[in-house]
């Protein structure tokens, strides 16, 4: 172990100057470089005394018999002077004014409901009573168990805290439990509202047809337009947008021709320094006003509304309905979790799923007409009829058909008189003839594919 105290010096006019207080040097372990601290004091014994204390706390750090100093000093500190220091953090590093804003608040009102003074109050106990007791939404709760954390976790990283106490509470589950769940537009509502939107219609179409949320669409310059392009984009800087990370998104010709002909001439500055919808953008009472005249119900049957972040989820369940690439939808949304884009913004109940379940065949209790209760296949699998009766020659064709590996169906001569029969009843007798002409010529051209291996092609 490495202690002892001295005066530092420095050069002054080519002459050797000793400063009036003392400094010491310390190292724990003896390979370890030493650490020079000031003990701001001009006698020697104090600052042996001083140096001395120093190093017994260091030791017992070491040993585990006490918690670092930084700890021990946030221990004592008031809860509200950590929150505003974690607050000036926040800012410092240039996160979201309302992230921080939203953050800090939640945790004061924590801390005041529950009268928690410093870092030792805060319990998972009576954090899981106190949140019992709120009565709000399930969202609203975890909201307020995230940014908890989020403080706790921010003490632990600048070593004030050794371990977070709500490492362990678990999240309140918020699955299906939405107060105001989005749905999706469709097709028709979309035609109905931008009929009579007037100017703000364009400012409608850049959130649907771009996908992005409403902030970051109304952040929008005109510099971040590029319309000349061969394909025309609009570039989404990192400054906009929640995931900062910046994205260009292309642009569909209708409303490239539309942007430009609203664009400021280039001698208009003050426009082109203006955000692009700065006079058209619709706020959330506009656009109420604008479903209500559309006829356009902002709550549907089943508790689902309608919002700005609508045309956000109708650009994913479009995109699923008409084929877009689901990696190509990950990136124009900005998600970095795939299941977030399929399940979160896909309105399943918007999707055509009539149309893929139409795909099923339909399987009836009761045969169709004209089709015996039970099918080829069906007596080919049995040896015997409904009726008990033995199977007929066509059944044991079919089946030393598929025993010899030929996949084709032969026609027997019980197949073709029950087809004679039938098509004599249809077609009366004044086509008997041009009947039995047709049957024995289909019967024959079966009989060579199966003796050949072919399999007749399909009508």
């Known amino acids: 172990m490495i202690e002892y105290v001295f005066r530092p010096s420095r050069v002054v006019n080519g002459k050797r100057v000793l400063s009036r207080v003392f400094c010491g040097r310390y190292a724990i372990d003896q390979a370890a470089k ?47 002077q950590l929150v505003s220091d974690y607050e000036v953090d926040l800012r410092g590093r240039e996160l979201n004014p309302k992230h921080v804003r ?77 107060v105001r769940p989005c749905r999706a537009f469709s097709e028709d509502e979309l ?28 952040s929008l310059m005109w510099a971040d337009l590029h319309l000349d392009e061969a394909k025309p984009y609009a570039l989404f800087r990192e400054s906009t947008t929640k995931d900062k990370d910046k994205r260009a998104v292309p642009l569909r010709p209708e409303i490239v021709g539309e942007l430009k002909a609203l664009k400021p001439k280039p001698e208009e500055t003050h426009m082109l320094a203006k955000p692009i919808f700065w006079f058209r953008w619709p706020t959330y009472d506009i656009l109420r006003g604008d479903l209500k005249r559309a006829g356009i119900d902002r709550i549907d049957t089943l508790g689902r509304s309608v919002h700005f972040h609508s045309f956000r989820k109708t650009w994913q369940t479009l995109g699923v309905r008409y084929g877009i690439n689901q990696r190509v939808a990950q990136e124009v949304l900005g998600h970095s979790d795939a299941n977030l884009t399929a399940k979160v913004y896909t309105d399943v109940p918007a999707l055509a799923l009539h149309t893929e379940i139409a795909k099923l065949p339909w399987i009836d209790a009761t045969p169709r007409a004209g089709v015996g209760a039970v099918t080829v296949g069906e007596r080919a699998a049995n040896t015997h009829t409904g009726s008990g009766e033995p199977a007929s020659n066509s059944q044991h064709s079919h089946i030393d058909s598929q ?38 010529t289909s019967w024959r051209k079966d009989e060579m594919a199966a003796r050949a291996g072919i399999e007749p092609a399909t009508k």
């Open 191 to 218: 035609q109905r509202l931008f009929s009579i939107a007037g100017r703000r219609r364009l400012a409608y179409q850049m959130l649907l047809y771009t996908g992005q949320r409403k902030s970051e669409v109304r």
């Open 403 to 440: 025993k010899s590996g030929n996949s084709c169906r032969t026609s027997s001569l019980a197949d073709i008189c029950d087809q004679f029969v039938t098509s004599v009843n249809v077609t009366g007798a004044e086509s008997f003839s041009h009947v039995l002409t047709s049957l024995v």
């Open 34 to 80: 030493p650490v020079q601290v000031s003990l701001n004091t001009p006698d020697r014994e104090v600052a042996r005394k001083r140096l001395r204390a120093i190093v017994l706390d260091k030791q017992r750090e070491a040993e585990g018999i006490v918690a670092p100093k930084a700890v021990r000093v946030a221990a004592a500190t008031q809860l509200a």
């Open 102 to 178: 939203d953050t800090t608040t939640r945790v004061r009102r924590m801390i005041a409901a529950n009268a928690w003074k410093v870092l030792s109050d805060i319990r998972a106990d009576a954090f899981v009573k106190w949140r019992a007791s709120l009565k709000l939404s399930a969202k609203t709760k975890k909201e307020y168990h995230l940014s908890a954390n989020a403080f706790l976790n921010w003490l632990v990283q600048t070593d004030r805290l050794m371990v977070n106490p709500l490492a362990k509470v678990p999240h309140v589950e918020t699955r299906g439990k939405q």
